[in-house]
Each structure stands twice: as structure tokens, then as C-alpha cells.
């Protein structure tokens, strides 16, 4: 007798290195192995650590579910979305757990999105990582991490300058690698342009606006033809303000200020953990920040070539 489907056959293992550690994934369904596949597939590894396991078992049948909630206490994290749709973290242990239905399993954005990189998202983070809302292209190897509000045109500035020859590394969506010198960590191989970037990039037009998992419309892009990095170290910090009709121009930016940014953005975790990343936050708040009021992204990246040269 097994009610809990502790034994249940979970024929297909692979490994994957989400943000470059590893995570080994058995399932019954090769529609998982497919979303993992999307998230992970091009990821090589970059550190030697114990591997997350991720179990993920699908059952015929069941309609699409809504979009799921999480909830975290201590070292446990749930995703439900519903009885059929959900998931338990537990980080201390390097495990995790997922039970979908084939209608959610099909849905190849909504499991990668919301259950496979929402769990290592989460377990990485607690062990590992700081992220930080923020771009980062570099030159010359030296990593230029951009801030700033919804809306700042982290995404769009970093693209460019990838245009113009800079290493792409992340868009809005970036980790620091706690006890590391300002190490970085990116996801290059995925841009997502807002659906009014095409007035901004020619080779965009035509490319329709899909609607992301969050609900948001987008642009998805892979900068093919384009230098990029999975990781940098990080040797500024600039803190975008656009302003129509503005000249590019760079101004002091105060370091507490700095980090009372980011860590107004930091969700809440175990009280060691929030700690581990303060300090990790500190130690880019104090690399002499700068903001940067611009209107077009040509006089943007010339700023930044400033800062570099």
C-alpha cells in the first residue's frame, strides 16, 4: 500500500545547473523533462556543491490551475496552486517535491516559471545567492550592474550596449554569490524586452508581444550574434532615472542610500540568511554608485563608456 506515492516510478533523470549548480531532476513525464530542458538545458556547470533533487510526479487528467501562491516558514517553502498543482521545499535537505496534473505538466512556461525555477530559485537563494533587481552588461571585464525602478530601462540599456559591443549578462534578473569578490551571476541566453521595445530596435518589429506566465506582455529575444557571460564581478553601480528630454549626465549616489535599495527589494528570508546577503549587498553599495539621468540610450551607454575607460 503506498498513499503517498513514495514509490511511484520516476523513470526519467537528468541533470541540469540552474545558475551553475547542480540539480538533479527525476520525474514520470518527459513534459517535465521538457521545461526543464527550456530553463536549464544550456547551463554548464560552475560549482562544486552538494546537487539539489527535485521529484516531480504528474497524474493524468485535471484542468489548467490557477497561478500559485508561495508561503515560506523557517527552511520550508510551499507552492500551491491547487490539491493537484503543488510543491514543498525544504532547503536544509537539498530536496524538493512538486505533484502536478498533465494539464499544468503540458504547459511548459507555467511548470518551468512558476514550480521548476521557482524551487531552485529559492533553494540557491537560501544557501548560496543575494539577488539583486538589476542588469549587468561589462567591458573590458569589468561588470557595470544597472538599477533602478520599474520601468528605468534596465533591459533595453543593456541590450544596447551589448549592441555596441559589451558582454551581455543579465537582464533584470541577477544573483551575487555570497563570500565571493562582487561575483555576479546572470542568465544571458534570455532577454525579455517590455511589448513597446520594438520602437526602440528595429530587429524586433514583428515579433509578436506573448504574454508571460506573470501575467505580463513580452518580447522574447536570444541574443544570438551577441558577446555574453554567465558571470562577471561586479566593479560599478548605477542607478538609472530616465527623464524625457534629459542630457545623459552621471551624479553621486549615496552608498546607504544604495543599500537601502536593494534591500528594499531583498524578500524576506531567515533572519542568517537576510544577514549573509546584507553583507553581500554592502559590498556593491560601497563601489562609489552612481546615477545616471538620460533620455536616449545612446548618450546612456556613452556615460558608461566613461566609467570604463
Given at each position: 500500500?503506498?498513499?503517498?506515492?513514495?514509490?511511484?516510478?520516476?523513470?526519467?533523470?537528468?541533470?541540469?545547473?540552474?545558475?551553475?549548480?547542480?540539480?538533479?531532476?527525476?520525474?514520470?513525464?518527459?513534459?517535465?523533462?521538457?521545461?526543464?530542458?527550456?530553463?536549464?538545458?544550456?547551463?554548464?556547470?560552475?560549482?562544486?556543491?552538494?546537487?539539489?533533487?527535485?521529484?516531480?510526479?504528474?497524474?493524468?487528467?485535471?484542468?489548467?490551475?490557477?497561478?500559485?501562491?508561495y508561503r515560506g516558514?523557517?527552511?520550508?517553502?510551499?507552492?500551491?496552486?491547487?490539491?493537484?498543482?503543488?510543491?514543498?521545499?525544504?532547503?536544509?535537505?537539498?530536496?524538493?517535491?512538486?505533484?502536478?496534473?498533465?494539464?499544468?505538466?503540458?504547459?511548459?512556461?507555467?511548470?518551468?516559471?512558476?514550480?521548476?525555477?521557482?524551487?531552485?530559485?529559492?533553494?540557491?537563494?537560501?544557501?548560496y545567492l543575494t539577488?539583486?533587481?538589476?542588469?549587468?552588461?561589462?567591458?573590458?571585464?569589468?561588470?557595470?550592474?544597472?538599477s533602478g525602478a520599474?520601468?528605468?530601462?534596465?533591459?533595453?540599456?543593456?541590450?544596447?550596449?551589448?549592441?555596441?559591443?559589451?558582454?551581455?549578462?543579465?537582464?533584470?534578473?541577477?544573483?551575487?554569490?555570497?563570500?565571493?569578490?562582487?561575483?555576479?551571476?546572470?542568465?544571458?541566453?534570455?532577454?525579455?524586452?517590455?511589448?513597446?521595445?520594438?520602437?526602440?530596435?528595429?530587429?524586433?518589429?514583428?515579433?509578436?508581444?506573448?504574454?508571460?506566465?506573470?501575467?505580463?506582455?513580452?518580447?522574447?529575444?536570444?541574443?544570438?550574434?551577441?558577446?555574453?557571460?554567465?558571470?562577471?564581478?561586479?566593479?560599478?553601480?548605477?542607478?538609472?532615472?530616465?527623464?524625457?528630454?534629459?542630457?545623459?549626465?552621471?551624479?553621486?549616489?549615496?552608498?546607504?542610500?544604495?543599500?537601502?535599495?536593494?534591500?528594499?527589494?531583498?524578500?524576506?528570508?531567515?533572519?542568517?540568511?537576510?544577514?549573509?546577503?546584507?553583507?553581500?549587498?554592502?559590498?556593491?553599495?560601497?563601489?562609489?554608485?552612481?546615477?545616471?539621468?538620460?533620455?536616449?540610450?545612446?548618450?546612456?551607454?556613452?556615460?558608461?563608456?566613461?566609467?570604463?575607460?
Amino acid at each position: 500500500m503506498d498513499p503517498f506515492l513514495r514509490e511511484a516510478s520516476l523513470e526519467h533523470r537528468f541533470n541540469y545547473y540552474p545558475l551553475g549548480f547542480p540539480l538533479h531532476l527525476k520525474t514520470n513525464s518527459l513534459a517535465v523533462v521538457k521545461a526543464a530542458a527550456a530553463a536549464w538545458g544550456d547551463r554548464p556547470q560552475a560549482f562544486e556543491k552538494p546537487p539539489l533533487e527535485l521529484r516531480v510526479i504528474v497524474e493524468p487528467g485535471g484542468d489548467r490551475p490557477p497561478n500559485p501562491v508561495y508561503r515560506g516558514q523557517a527552511h520550508l517553502m510551499s507552492i500551491i496552486a491547487d490539491r493537484e498543482n503543488f510543491a514543498v521545499c525544504d532547503y536544509t535537505r537539498n530536496f524538493a517535491f512538486c505533484r502536478l496534473n498533465a494539464a499544468a505538466a503540458g504547459d511548459v512556461s507555467f511548470t518551468g516559471y512558476y514550480f521548476l525555477e521557482a524551487i531552485a530559485n529559492f533553494s540557491l537563494t537560501q544557501l548560496y545567492l543575494t539577488p539583486v533587481h538589476g542588469a549587468c552588461v561589462a567591458r573590458k571585464g569589468r561588470g557595470i550592474l544597472l538599477s533602478g525602478a520599474s520601468g528605468a530601462g534596465k533591459t533595453t540599456l543593456a541590450y544596447f550596449c551589448a549592441k555596441q559591443g559589451w558582454t551581455y549578462v543579465s537582464d533584470n534578473e541577477s544573483w551575487l554569490v555570497r563570500g565571493s569578490e562582487r561575483l555576479l551571476l546572470g542568465n544571458p541566453r534570455r532577454i525579455r524586452f517590455r511589448d513597446n521595445a520594438a520602437c526602440l530596435f528595429p530587429e524586433l518589429k514583428g515579433r509578436p508581444a506573448a504574454s508571460h506566465p506573470n501575467g505580463k506582455m513580452s518580447i522574447k529575444l536570444r541574443p544570438d550574434g551577441l558577446e555574453t557571460a554567465y558571470q562577471c564581478c561586479v566593479e560599478r553601480v548605477v542607478f538609472l532615472a530616465r527623464e524625457a528630454g534629459a542630457e545623459a549626465t552621471l551624479h553621486p549616489f549615496g552608498r546607504t542610500e544604495a543599500l537601502d535599495r536593494f534591500l528594499a527589494e531583498l524578500p524576506m528570508y531567515e533572519e542568517w540568511v537576510r544577514e549573509e546577503q546584507r553583507i553581500s549587498l554592502s559590498s556593491i553599495a560601497g563601489l562609489e554608485p552612481v546615477e545616471l539621468r538620460y533620455s536616449d540610450l545612446e548618450g546612456a551607454w556613452r556615460r558608461l563608456e566613461s566609467l570604463v575607460a
